[in-house]
């Protein structure tokens, strides 16, 4: 069996790589990217003579499927919309079957600031959505979408919660990397970046879909803020968050629930400078005058902050889950919650970020090789891990020493 990992050279896919060389009976990795030494690097870092490097350019349709048919599973972990739907569409018409990080649930595209996606011309945005799905099908390809951190772990036990209760009334999922409680104190935002940080500012942004009251509809990203104290794990921490696009394919896979969000974790503070930001319009992209220029505000910001952001020295991150599933069993009220706080292990160059983005994508491209998800077009992360195979893949986490609690207890 051999996985094909676009996105090689970055942060997410080298750990995938990492991780996917362990398993005895996957017998080649591929990393794709245009920059042989970046590439060259990731390979000799992870010392495997299963890797195998490939310079290619994605606009290159024919060879991006000539490559595709020598593997059996892509798992991509590409930074934008653009690039992810481009190799996407391509593997699907390549019969390749594929896992991909991406928030969005592909049948449904996001059409807030969708990053450079390529629509073709005869269809529109949704239709576009509705054919990958589609065509995906008619071609056998399982395409399992948003299987990472947030979305992937946290639709994983929600989405097992739901199984377990009678009727699910209210499900939200609270997940975010930060840095160290003692590295935020060195950065703007409280914030360290640890994830394509560019993308996270779009996330603060748009406008996206919750359900309220049952019914499905639009609020502004980065409001409705939440303090929570987190006392797990051997932890006591006061965390704040706020709604951001994260688990989309929930309000068409579980549209049976009446209260649904998903919220990004920070440290205190963070969200009242962000949306100081948003009121001085310094997240905009429609560009502005100065001095006889245009500029894009928030790239302007991004040029002069993230140099700020980027970790030191000996700093590491944190990755935080704390979900909440509430709904009825046996006749009874009852609460399902879910808990993770991940730190760097050894190797130190894999960050928490890395580790529970990029190992989840990981056994789910070893599980679609081995041939335990069968499904076939878009399946969404809560479809496609459950039963025996959720018990499994959690096991598969444990093993990689990232440990979710479950909590399950009658409130009324």
Not at 26 to 42: A, F, P
Not at 164 to 176: L, T, Y
Not at 248 to 254: A, Q
Not at 258 to 274: C, I, L, M, N, S
Request: glycine fraction near 8%; aromatic fraction near 8%; proline fraction near 4%.
């Amino acid at each position: 069996m051999k996985i094909l990992v676009f996105g090689g050279s970055g942060k997410i896919g080298s750990a995938v790589a990492w991780d996917l060389v362990k398993d005895k009976e996957i017998t080649g990795v591929g990393l794709v990217g245009r920059n042989k030494g970046t590439l060259e690097k990731v390979k000799n870092w992870i010392g495997s003579d299963k890797v195998h490097v490939h310079i290619l350019d994605i606009n290159d349709k024919q060879a991006t499927m000539d490559l595709m048919r020598e593997y059996d599973v892509g798992a991509l972990a590409l930074p934008n919309r653009k690039t992810s739907y481009k190799v996407v569409h391509t593997a699907i018409e390549a019969g390749l079957h594929i896992v991909d990080t991406i928030e969005e649930f592909h049948r449904t595209p996001d059409a807030y600031e969708i990053e450079g996606l390529e629509i073709p011309k005869e269809m529109s945005l949704e239709e576009y959505g509705e054919w990958l799905h589609s065509r995906a099908v008619e071609n056998n390809v399982t395409f399992v979408d948003g299987m990472g951190f947030a979305p992937g772990l946290s639709n994983v036990t929600l989405g097992e919660g739901i199984r377990k209760i009678d009727e699910a009334e209210k499900a939200v999922a609270r997940v975010g990397g930060i840095p160290s409680k003692e590295a935020a104190q060195r950065h703007p935002l409280r914030y360290m970046i640890t994830w394509a940080f560019e993308h996270v500012l779009r996330e603060y942004m748009i406008k996206l879909k919750v359900i309220k009251g049952g019914k499905i509809v639009d609020v502004d990203a980065a409001t409705e803020l939440e303090p929570f104290r987190f006392d797990k794990f051997g932890k006591d921490e006061e965390l704040v968050c706020a709604i951001t696009p994260g688990m989309p394919s929930f309000l068409f896979t579980r549209s049976q629930l009446k209260e649904f969000a998903e919220k990004t974790v920070r440290w205190p503070g963070h969200w009242q400078g962000v949306h100081t930001l948003k009121e001085c319009g310094m997240l905009d992209i429609e560009p502005v005058d100065f001095k006889g220029s245009k500029i894009v505000p928030r790239e302007f910001l991004l040029s002069i902050i993230t140099p700020r952001l980027v970790p030191g020295k000996g700093e590491t991150d944190v990755c935080v889950m704390y979900n909440t599933l509430i709904g009825k069993k046996d006749g009874k009220k009852v609460k399902i919650e879910y808990y993770m706080w991940d730190e760097p292990r050894e190797p130190k160059e894999i960050s928490a970020m890395m580790r529970v983005t990029g190992f989840p994508l990981a056994i789910t491209a070893a599980m679609i090789a081995k041939g335990k998800i069968t499904e076939k077009g878009i399946v969404a992360p809560e479809d496609a891990i459950k039963g025996d195979l959720y018990t499994e893949f959690m096991d598969e986490l444990k093993r990689r020493q990232i440990d979710i609690l479950e909590v399950f207890e009658t409130i009324e």
